[in-house]
Nanobody, 124 residues
Framework: QVQLVESGGGLVQPGDSLRLSCAAS????????MGWFRQDPGKERAFVAG????????YYGDSVKGRFTISRDNAKNTVYLQMNSLKPEDTAVYYC?????????????????WGQGTQVTVSS
């Protein structure tokens, strides 16, 4: 069965960096797009970054452009989110998501499997 397991979250100070990992299994990882979303309590899940398979195209939410980088290692079935220059407003639960095809969208409704989430807290 499909499994997505996030890791790498934690408590950091403003300006610090974190790298999230999402280990995938149960499907052909290299053939599908992957995304990272985040969610604050009481708010909708928001798009953070996505990486498609076609040419490895990447997309970012406006609030993280220039600070976050998404990448994937198809040999390890893992997608990463490198987060630099973290801000308190980046605090959220971060989720890894699998798209049903080789391209994704910015809408969480277009992803069919989700990880359990990892908490990122940015605070001084």
């Amino acid at each position: 069965q499909v499994q997505l397991v996030e890791s790498g979250g934690g408590l950091v100070q403003p300006g610090d960096s974190l790298r999230l990992s999402c280990a995938a299994s149960g499907f052909t990882f290299s053939s599908v797009a992957m995304g990272w979303f985040r969610q604050d309590p009481g708010k909708e899940r928001a798009f953070v970054a996505g990486i498609w398979t076609s040419g490895g195209k990447t997309y970012y939410g406006d609030s993280v452009k220039g600070r976050f980088t998404i990448s994937r290692d198809n040999a390890k079935n893992t997608v990463y989110l490198q987060m630099n220059s973290l801000k308190p407003e980046d605090t959220a639960v971060y989720y890894c998501a699998k798209a049903p095809s080789d391209f994704g969208t910015l809408s969480p409704r277009d992803y069919d499997y989700w990880g359990q989430g990892t908490q990122v807290t940015v605070s001084s």
